[in-house]
T-cell receptor, first 115, second 111 residues
Framework: GAVVSQHPSRVICKSGTSVKIECRSL??????MFWYRQFPKQSLMLMAT?????????EQGVEKDKFLINHASLTLSTLTVTSAHPEDSSFYIC???????????FGPGTRLLVL | GEDVEQSLFLSVREGDSSVINCTYT??????LYWYKQEPGAGLQLLTY?????DMKQDQRLTVLLNKKDKHLSLRIADTQTGDSAIYFC???????????FGPGTRLSVLP
């Protein structure tokens, strides 16, 4: 199957700083990637769809100026949490579709803790 | 609507079979998926089924699809402690542009 990586796997930052999370498709190209957020013991919440070479599409209620997404190449999408606050602490997961079924392959997730 | 529903918890004894159920609402879904999430990890694709199939078997996993009732199930035979995890079912909408997850079923395997 396809492999998606994320970096970092875990990050702790101070309130007010910005954090960048990378999502890479390792053995395939992805014109589209998806960013999710998962709260403890809850399902995944789609935040935005990252589109290579164009603007991301954000889900309702997700602040695009807060969560900056850049998809500069066919194998890399980045999510930057700007001016992070403790309520941004969460588990962030990316995915990329692969194969004709557009099966989603997920990264291992990034746990963000904002102090 | 786009709701996918699952029961939240399931406990089974080691060696027994586990059956995790899911209902979805969009009859136009073309693919339906089962993912496994272990603590602190991302989602691992277990299996998927195309909507024109009613059963798919892969080693200990059996997926049953009832399109009429919009019901999907995942059966794990000979459940092991390593199967303890959260299992998410998901459907694709809009030709793969949208991916809708259920809330997840937490499977606990008792010795």
């Amino acid at each position: 199957g396809a492999v998606v990586s994320q970096h970092p796997s875990r990050v702790i930052c101070k309130s007010g700083t910005s954090v960048k999370i990378e999502c890479r498709s390792l053995d395939f190209q992805a014109t589209t990637m998806f960013w999710y957020r998962q709260f403890p013991k809850q399902s995944l919440m789609l935040m935005a769809t990252s589109n290579e070479g164009s603007k991301a599409t954000y889900e309702q209620g997700v602040e695009k100026d807060k969560f900056l997404i850049n998809h500069a190449s066919l194998t890399l999408s980045t999510l930057t949490v700007t001016s992070a606050h403790p309520e941004d602490s969460s588990f962030y997961i990316c995915s990329a579709p692969f194969d004709r079924a557009r099966t989603q392959y997920f990264g291992p997730g990034t746990r963000l803790l904002v102090l | 609507g786009e709701d996918v529903e699952q029961s939240l918890f399931l406990s089974v004894r080691e060696g027994d079979s586990s059956v995790i159920n899911c209902t979805y609402t969009d009859s136009s879904s073309t693919y339906l998926y089962w993912y496994k999430q272990e603590p602190g990890a991302g989602l691992q694709l277990l299996t998927y089924i195309f909507s024109n199939m009613d059963m798919k078997q892969d080693q200990r996993l059996t997926v049953l699809l009832n399109k009429k009732d919009k019901h999907l199930s995942l059966r794990i035979a000979d459940t092991q402690t390593g199967d303890s995890a959260i299992y998410f079912c998901a459907e694709t909408l809009n030709y793969g542009q949208n991916f809708v997850f259920g809330p997840g079923t937490r499977l606990s395997v008792l010795p």
